[in-house]
């Protein structure tokens, strides 16, 4: 187990859950990404993860790592949407396969493309499969993923027993950037007793009252990334997050 993984299972040992920031260099200069990580860290995140659109590449990614790693000392994970949104400098990388797209590329394609370059750069892996659930948002359309029905926990269930047995430890249950409405409670329930793997839920979490009900569901990670976009008082709207994250299993 590398250090940031161990990071990450200590911090949920402890706390109950952990908060992840989601920022894509995309939106904003490298600079602005830097600050937006200070005041992510200032409020009690407990790491960053950096992607998520097919622009996030090349010297744009390059540089917003670095701005990052300048302003925080929390782990920088790469969550790329392509074998191009790889970079020497982070921490990490969540190494994701699409498990319900109907395109191999985003199944093994881009992973075996960006393998030879993660080992050659020796980036820490934490293996996991990435699960569109309804209604999916860009995501889905671009990963031309076969959404999870909100409906239907037991195909969500289904998913993630698959990657447990296939040995990804990490399993990312995503409604799609801002979406309207988030994983169902119900199906995060359902995954978290069925499985042993780490619970990651994101996509439309805009309230920390939302966040609460999936970490007592049994998420162990929570990610939000919109919602710190278009926060007038960043620092205060993260806080209030994570300070709600973390105390969640103990209320």
């Given at each position: ?10 911090t ?48 744009l990614l ?11 000392d929390?782990?920088?994970?790469l ?11 982070a ?25 030879p ?12 499969a ?14 031309k993923?076969?959404?999870?029905p ?97 105390s969640?299993?103990?209320?």
């Amino acid at each position: 187990m590398g250090k940031v993984e161990k990071r990450l299972l200590d911090t949920i040992a402890r706390n109950g859950a952990a908060h992840l920031t989601l920022i894509d260099p995309a939106k904003q200069s490298p600079k602005i990404a830097g600050e937006i990580a200070s005041d992510a860290a200032a409020a009690g995140s407990d790491g960053i993860m950096v992607g998520g659109s097919t622009r996030a590449v090349g010297e744009l990614l390059d540089d917003t790592i670095l701005e990052i790693k300048k302003a925080v000392d929390l782990p920088a994970i790469l969550f790329p949407a392509s074998e191009a949104g790889i970079s020497r400098h982070a921490d990490a990388i969540f190494f994701m396969s699409m498990l319900n797209s109907r395109d191999p590329y985003f199944i093994t394609g881009a992973q075996r493309r960006g393998a030879p370059l993660v080992k050659k750069l020796g980036l820490e892996i934490l293996p996991m499969a990435y699960l569109l659930v309804e209604p999916g948002g860009a995501a889905g359309r671009v990963g031309k993923a076969d959404l999870i029905p909100r409906t239907k926990p037991e195909l969500a269930v289904a998913y993630a027993l698959a990657a447990q047995y296939l040995g990804m430890r990490f399993v990312y249950l995503e409604a799609g950037s801002g979406a309207e409405q988030p994983v169902p409670v119900g199906m995060v329930r359902a995954v978290r007793k069925a499985t042993q793997v780490t619970l990651i839920v994101g996509g439309g979490i805009k309230t920390p009252e939302v966040a609460v009900e999936r970490v007592k569901a049994g998420a162990d990670i929570i990610v939000t990334g919109t919602l710190v976009e278009h926060a007038k008082d960043r620092v205060a709207k993260i806080r209030e997050m994570a300070k709600a994250i973390k105390s969640a299993r103990g209320a």
